[in-house]
């Protein structure tokens, strides 16, 4: 069953943010990755919340994701998005 890594992503060092966005996406297809959302437009219609960049990406299990957040091939851009952004992270299983 598929998962998904959604993060919520608010960027504080736009020049560090950069340099992290040109590393991943290497790191995400070489664990069966996905992207689904990448930014872009989003909208509120209920509650409070403040989204402010929207990523989705998707890997084929719930393992892989898992896999692929806690990897040595992630490790270094992970550490330049977390010194570059304030940010939430989650991983759930698709249906």
Known sequence: MAA???ADVEVTDGA??????????????S?????IVRGGASEVVEGN?????????????FEQAKAWHASDEYANP???R?????????IVDGV
Do not use: C, W
């Open 78 to 80: 992970k550490q330049m």
């Open 4 to 6: 998904y890594v959604i």
């Open 49 to 61: 919340q403040t989204p402010h960049r929207t990523v989705i990406i998707e890997f084929p299990t």
């Open 82 to 90: 977390i010194d570059s952004t304030n940010s939430n992270v989650m």
């Open 16 to 29: 560090l943010f950069e340099e992290y966005r040109k590393l991943v996406p290497a790191t995400v297809e």
């Open 31 to 35: 664990f069966g990755g996905r992207y």
